[in-house]
Structure formats: C-alpha cells, structure tokens
Nanobody
Framework: VQLQACGGGLVQNGGSLNLSCTASRRMFTNNAMGWFRQAAEKEREFVAAISWNGGRTNYAGSVKGRFTISRDNAKSTLYLQMNNLKPEDTAVYYC?????????????????WGQGTQVTVSS
C-alpha cells in the first residue's frame, strides 16, 4: 500500500497551494482519508478528513474556512486546497488512509501514511 503526497512548496503569506495524494484503488475507494501536519518540534496534528464517498468533511478549527479537502475516487486521489496561508501553517503535510469510512480526526484510526510534503509560508 502506498500513499504519495505532492504539491508542497514555498509560498508567501496569504498565498495558496493545492496538495494532492494518490493511493491504491483498493484502499482508497472504501476508506476515509485525512491530512495531518507536523511542524518542527511539535506533535503531528489533524488538519482535515473526508468520508469514503466525500459526503462528509471535518476540519481543524485553525484551518476551517481556508482549507478544503476533496477526493476523486475514480482517480484514487485526495486533495487539499489551501488558501490564505499563514506562517503558522508551515509544516510537513501527510496524507493518511483511515481504517474505516468515517471522517475522523483521531490519528490512531489512520493506519496508512504517505511520506509527507513540505509546506513553507514566508511572512
């Protein structure tokens, strides 16, 4: 099982980035997916999650209204559109596949993780 995240980079305060994550079709179609991030010397934290069919989404308070999670099951691809980025959004962003179909923020419910992509927001 592989998760491949990409789309990170360096952007100015207020800018936008769109992360994507591809996965194996078997895993992707039936499972909720999520994005997490880890800043330097901090714990990995929940960013956003989406249910197996895209019908439900869940966001951390710090990104609500700025980030949008979506998925294309036909392409086995997960997305995270990030707008109005702030320096505090700087982190390595990870995509993950959950054990079940529900859009959970509980990190322990995710059992497959991508390698991470760096997002840096300059002030």
């Amino acid at each position: 099982v592989q998760l491949q995240a990409c789309g990170g980079g360096l952007v100015q305060n207020g800018g936008s980035l769109n992360l994507s994550c591809t996965a194996s079709r078997r895993m992707f179609t039936n499972n909720a997916m999520g994005w997490f991030r880890q800043a330097a010397e901090k714990e990995r934290e929940f960013v956003a999650a989406i249910s197996w069919n895209g019908g439900r989404t869940n966001y951390a308070g710090s990104v609500k209204g700025r980030f949008t999670i979506s998925r294309d099951n036909a392409k086995s691809t997960l997305y995270l559109q990030m707008n109005n980025l702030k320096p505090e959004d700087t982190a390595v962003y990870y995509c993950a596949a959950a054990r079940g179909a529900i859009d959970t923020a509980d990190r322990s419910m995710y059992n497959y993780w991508g390698q991470g992509t760096q997002v840096t927001v300059s002030s």
